[in-house]
């Protein structure tokens, strides 16, 4: 009686750990899935409410004055970051290197009436290129909604633009694309220096690397344009759930890669490293 007395106690520790562990799996989106985003119209919008309908958490990087597009400033998910005068300076460096490559008109003033009194309009659109370094600083990963601004496919138009040229600059964040006109997925292949022809198969789970993504787009986004999001964000989820991953909690099927990112990030259709800054 007492061997079976002992053997029943084992299976009950037994099956309530593996219970525990599927329980951890099932809310993994929910819990350790950061979208990271801007708060501006149509793209930024729409991402949101697509993370917040699938329980993702969503961070908005903000700054006083700030002028969000939200309609779900009541979701438990949903936090704003306000950040300070002395933090959004420092974008200024990484937006002078990206325009070395866009190549673009880059005014940067500084607020001379006081930053959380400042009405000034070009102090305003200066600080809308700044909240985009933030938005890339702490993340391995960006998934963009877009329009390429080069025949040679190298660069993004628009405010989408900035964000993506300084993570392309960082040479550690991997860049996706949906591409509007293309109505296909593309990702920035470091050699080639330009971006790459892919499908959404072929973009891994991002949680197997980090916990926190960026997610923007065009202000121009149009009907066709949201099915990419709610269908990446699904596979994602998908990607995420317990039939998907091994026991070391990466993803279970191999996911074939061109060889074009193999050769630029060795095996991994990910960088190696695991720093979060810049």
Not at 35 to 43: C, D, E, H
Not at 138 to 143: A, E, P, Q, Y
Request: proline letters at 4%.
């Amino acid at each position: 009686y007492r061997t079976i007395h002992y053997l029943f106690i084992y299976l009950l520790i037994f099956f309530s750990a593996m219970f525990s562990t599927l329980a951890a799996f099932e809310t993994r989106p929910e819990k350790n899935l950061l979208a990271i985003t801007g708060g501006a119209i149509r793209s930024d919008t729409e991402w949101t409410k697509c993370c917040l309908e699938r329980n993702l958490s969503v961070q908005i990087m903000s700054f006083p004055r700030h002028r969000l597009e939200l309609s779900y400033t009541d979701s438990s998910h949903l936090s704003i970051v306000r950040l300070k005068e002395s933090e959004l300076l420092i974008a200024d460096a990484f937006l002078k290197k990206a325009n070395a490559t866009l190549k673009r008109k880059l005014n940067l003033p500084k607020c001379c009436h006081g930053y959380d009194g400042c009405r000034n309009r070009h102090c305003y659109a200066a600080n809308l290129l700044r909240r985009n370094y933030h938005q890339i600083k702490n993340t391995l990963v960006v998934f963009a909604v877009g329009y390429f601004d080069s025949p040679n496919q190298d660069k993004v138009k628009g405010g989408t633009g900035w964000t993506v040229q300084m993570a392309i600059d960082s040479k550690k964040i991997r860049v996706y694309l949906f591409e509007q006109n293309e109505r296909e997925w593309y990702f920035y292949d470091c050699l080639s220096k330009k971006f790459v022809k892919t499908s959404l198969l072929n973009i891994p789970y991002v949680g197997s690397i980090s916990s926190s993504f960026t997610v923007i787009g065009t202000r121009n986004l149009d009907s066709m344009g949201k099915t990419p999001i709610r269908e990446l964000l699904d596979r994602q989820i998908s990607l995420s759930s317990p039939s998907s991953l091994s026991c070391c909690g990466v993803i279970g099927p191999m996911i074939t890669q061109p060889r074009s990112v193999l050769t630029a990030y060795g095996s991994s259709p990910f960088p190696r490293t695991t720093s979060r800054g810049l």
